[in-house]
């Protein structure tokens, strides 16, 4: 199981004023909150530096736009360059979120540690048509998921298309595997979400798109998940369907590799 670090008096910023670590933040009680209507990006830093932060801020923009959601993307570049500098620890997650009537609140968190193999659990799934694509405040059947998994003694989940198995994606990173040395995604067009460290691997290794069945991957060489904020982590076990070897020579080279191109999209913030 993989564990969280906690971060004692995590940095918190409301509509761009800094909450003090001694003050509870204080929210307002919106339509975005109430309803889950809103969008949300999660960034990573290293040292205080985040990587890909314009592709972050693209992908917010198409997220907001998707909903009809207007945002300022001058005003949230320069709080993100305030926040960065602000956090408590310099290694760390961001998550920034805006609400329908426009609060923006950021908030670090904590990262995992690497994981030596995960398992993963398989958990159908039907994408909403209105939201692909987009990363939404909606997320409760991807929480639900995530503590499906956990329940069963896995680390995560992996959704599979409820009406015909195909693999898609797990509630909170992307999902890739190996066959033979080809390092294969699903396909957008199945629904899942373009994710930028997904854009940064296909870019680093040689690979593929198609869509596959959960059955299909009981022959691949390794899986994966990716994600902004995990990086990449080796899949031990599909619970169920495929047990795999995270120190196999081939999916050692596919994560060294994809680690090192995501040190080079790290971008210092003045």
């Not at 409301?14 to 339509?31: F, K």
């Not at 956090?87 to 690497?114: K, M």
Request: overall charge neutral; aromatic content about 4%.
């Amino acid at each position: 199981m993989t564990t969280t670090m906690r971060i004692s008096h995590p940095a918190i910023m409301i509509d761009g004023r800094l909450v003090p670590a001694e003050d509870p933040a204080r929210v307002l009680l919106d339509d975005g909150l109430v309803r889950g209507d809103g969008v949300f990006e999660g960034m990573r830093l290293y040292g205080r530096a985040p990587r890909s932060p314009a592709e972050h801020l693209d992908r917010l923009a198409r997220s907001a736009e998707a909903v009809g959601l207007p945002i300022d993307r001058a005003l949230l570049e320069d709080e993100l360059a305030a926040f960065c500098r602000a956090t408590s620890r310099p290694e760390c997650g961001v998550r920034l979120i805006v609400t329908r009537s426009g609060q923006r609140l950021w908030r670090e968190e904590p990262l995992a540690p690497r994981s030596s193999g995960l398992t993963v659990l398989p958990v159908e799934h039907r994408v909403t048509p209105l939201l692909v694509g987009a990363k939404t405040l909606s997320y409760a059947a991807n929480m639900q998921a995530m503590r499906r998994a956990r329940a069963a003694g896995c680390d995560d989940a992996l959704f599979v298309r409820a009406d015909d198995g195909v693999v898609l994606e797990s509630p909170v990173a992307a999902f890739a595997w190996l066959e033979g040395d080809d390092l294969v995604f699903p396909p957008l067009e199945v629904g899942v979400l373009d994710s930028i460290t997904r854009r940064i691997a296909r870019d680093a290794v040689p690979g593929r798109e198609r869509p596959a069945t959960l059955s299909e991957l009981a022959g691949a060489r390794a899986a994966f998940v990716m994600s902004t904020v995990q990086e990449i982590q080796p899949v031990a076990e599909i619970a169920g369907v495929a047990r795999f070897d995270p120190a196999d020579p081939a999916a050692t080279r596919v994560r060294e590799t994809i680690r090192r191109a995501i040190a080079e999209r790290v971008v210092p913030l003045s």
